[in-house]
């Protein structure tokens, strides 16, 4: 390297990771998604709606900072916010058995992470995991079949855990590209709807969710 800078020539040196950045992202979803009514002891799995097929697209922004120590070790931190366009109806069911009178749409129509990252860096690319803190707000609504009137509903945002695993490309000294696949399940929370006339509770139920996700994105690197 001393002989290459006294002959002037350009010096090659590794990408390093650390600093803050900011990037946009976008995406595909993938859900199974179960709302029970849970009236009795052991009726979640006897009586509610099965979603799945809940899919669609999502798009927004994340941020955070990483660290490069010696060895290639990379640490970090990381946020992320996402409009989400996620749906699907279906029937409701009463042991097994279809109920003709009655359907559901479920909507999920924001999802966000905060998260701890770890990588590896290979110069230009870093292969990384993540886990964290994963967030959705949804909207579910019943519905009389086979007018489609809704007679009930309920909008909710739940928290659970997140755990990824992707790459990222240093297309230069500023811009970095990624591409990754997250997982997140966010258990079992109490879904309580409201009729849509008068406003009164119905029946308890609750929501059972995991989403699984690829997403692309490109950020600026400060």
Same mark, same amino acid.
């Given at each position: 390297m001393?002989?290459?800078?006294?002959?002037?020539? *350009?010096?090659s040196? @590794? =990408?390093?990771?650390?600093?803050?950045?900011?990037?946009?992202?976008?995406?595909?979803?993938?859900?199974?998604?179960?709302?029970?009514?849970?009236?009795?002891?052991? $009726?979640?799995? /006897?009586?509610?709606? !099965?979603? /799945? $097929?809940?899919?669609?697209?999502?798009? !927004?922004?994340?941020?955070?900072?990483?660290?490069?120590?010696? /060895?290639?070790?990379?640490?970090?931190?990381? /946020?992320?916010?996402?409009?989400?366009?996620?749906?699907d %109806? %279906?029937?409701?069911?009463?042991?097994?058995?279809?109920?003709?009178?009655?359907?559901?749409?479920?909507?999920?129509? $924001?999802?966000?992470?905060?998260?701890l990252? +770890?990588?590896?860096?290979?110069?230009?690319?870093?292969?990384?995991?993540?886990?964290?803190?994963?967030? +959705? &707000?949804?909207? &579910?609504?019943?519905?009389?079949? *086979?007018?489609g009137?809704?007679?009930?509903?309920?909008?909710?945002?739940?928290?659970? =855990?997140?755990?990824?695993?992707?790459?990222?490309?240093?297309? $230069?000294?500023?811009?970095?590209?990624?591409?990754?696949?997250?997982?997140?399940?966010?258990?079992? &929370?109490? #879904?309580?709807?409201h #009729?849509?006339?008068?406003?009164?509770?119905?029946? *308890?139920?609750?929501?059972?969710?995991?989403? &699984?996700?690829?997403?692309?994105?490109? @950020?600026?690197?400060?």
């Amino acid at each position: 390297m001393a002989s290459a800078a006294d002959a002037g020539l *350009p010096v090659s040196t @590794a =990408y390093n990771w650390s600093g803050g950045y900011i990037g946009a992202q976008a995406g595909y979803g993938w859900d199974d998604a179960r709302v029970g009514q849970t009236f009795t002891p052991d $009726s979640f799995g /006897g009586y509610g709606w !099965g979603y /799945g $097929s809940l899919s669609g697209g999502f798009g !927004g922004l994340y941020a955070g900072y990483m660290k490069q120590f010696d /060895g290639g070790l990379v640490l970090g931190v990381e /946020g992320d916010y996402n409009f989400a366009s996620l749906k699907d %109806t %279906t029937g409701y069911q009463a042991l097994g058995v279809d109920d003709p009178g009655f359907g559901g749409v479920l909507e999920l129509n $924001s999802i966000g992470s905060a998260r701890l990252r +770890a990588g590896y860096a290979m110069d230009r690319w870093l292969p990384f995991v993540t886990a964290g803190v994963a967030m +959705a &707000h949804y909207k &579910h609504s019943t519905v009389f079949l *086979p007018s489609g009137d809704v007679y009930a509903d309920v909008e909710d945002t739940i928290a659970g =855990y997140a755990l990824g695993a992707g790459a990222e490309y240093a297309v $230069s000294d500023n811009w970095v590209v990624r591409g990754e696949y997250r997982f997140a399940d966010f258990g079992r &929370h109490i #879904s309580i709807r409201h #009729s849509t006339f008068d406003g009164a509770a119905v029946n *308890p139920d609750a929501i059972e969710l995991k989403t &699984h996700d690829i997403r692309l994105g490109i @950020a600026y690197k400060f």
